[in-house]
């Protein structure tokens, strides 16, 4: 199996060429084999849409209410890019508000 870490920008089989930003932390990747995305979409940021650029100049929106978890045995993941550590932070503060108590 690849290495997957929280950050990667990757694209999946069966997604017509859609890219994925991994979310989970990496402690929960090593611990199931499992990962939490978001998808990247064509978007004005707002609330709960957060725009990045990775490394690579990879850019988009991560559509934090759309998160989905991937099991990379059962689909074929490749990654493309990665976020830098500050686009990580801004999406997992958007994250942890979406699923925080009120």
Do not use: W
Not at 16 to 33: D, E, H, M, R
Not at 37 to 61: E, M, Q, R, Y
Request: proline fraction near 4%.
């Amino acid at each position: 199996m690849k290495k997957f870490e929280q950050g990667d920008i990757i694209k999946m089989n069966g997604f017509s060429g859609k890219l994925f930003v991994i979310v989970s932390k990496n402690a929960y990747i090593k611990a199931t084999g499992m990962f939490h995305v978001c998808p990247l979409i064509n978007s004005t940021p707002d609330t709960t849409h957060i725009a990045i650029s990775g490394k690579k100049n990879t850019t988009g929106v991560v559509a934090c209410e759309h998160v989905k978890i991937i099991d990379p045995d059962q689909r074929i993941c490749n990654h493309v890019d990665q976020l830098p550590y500050s686009d990580i932070m801004e999406v997992s503060d958007v994250l942890q508000g979406i699923f925080e108590y009120d």
